[in-house]
């Protein structure tokens, strides 16, 4: 199978509103282990982790909140969407699922599992 039908497959078996979250996403590209670069979505698509949108639950949390909270979790930030100079959300991926205390301790919250 060609790795293009591949990508179809997967991506037309995902829940609508997991489509409809990703595609509201800048398109950027990510570059995978290998040094190849890939779109969001085709990463998304090929990932074997956990990945998640989250979100402050006061609205709004400060640059620092979320680089200390990527830090401690290790994850990685593929995409985040912003307003002006605040970061509304954020698409992390992590290797582990995601801890909800570390989530309640920097006031962020599970907007949906992506993956």
Not at 9 to 30: A, G, M, R, V
Not at 32 to 51: A, E, G, P
Not at 74 to 79: D, P
């Amino acid at each position: 199978m060609g790795k293009f039908k591949e990508l179809y497959i997967k991506y037309s078996n995902l829940d609508e509103e997991i489509k409809k979250t990703i595609n509201s996403y800048p398109q950027e590209f990510i570059t995978d282990k290998n040094n190849i670069r890939l779109s969001l979505l085709q990463y998304i698509i090929r990932s074997n982790n956990y990945i998640y949108e989250l979100k402050a639950i006061n609205g709004t949390a400060h640059l620092w909140t979320w680089s200390d909270f990527r830090l401690e979790s290790k994850g990685r930030v593929l995409s985040y969407k912003t307003e002006a100079n605040i970061i509304l959300s954020q698409i992390i991926e992590f290797y582990n699922d995601v801890d909800i205390n570390l989530l309640n301790k920097y006031g962020l919250e599970i907007v949906k599992k992506i993956k």
